[in-house]
């Protein structure tokens, strides 16, 4: 698995993007994320599966990160 530093991440690089159920069915929305070079990446090896990964998609609360 790889996860990203979100700290170099740009905000021009998240987009957001609707979620629909069926063609016309709009229910919600994501955000997607551009890769880039300057992004820095971590490759999570050798985890079994007694080993739990958190990852933090996104905080509503103000003056934390947001992804």
Known sequence: ???MDNQTMKP???HPTDIFRQR???I???VSVN???SQKWYYLDKQTP????LIKIWDSEEG???S
């Open 1 to 3: 698995m790889a996860t």
């Open 24 to 26: 016309h069915d709009w």
């Open 35 to 37: 890769y880039s070079p």
């Open 12 to 14: 021009t690089e998240v």
């Open 50 to 53: 007694e080993e739990v990964t």
């Open 28 to 30: 919600g929305q994501t």
């Open 64 to 66: 934390v990160a947001k």
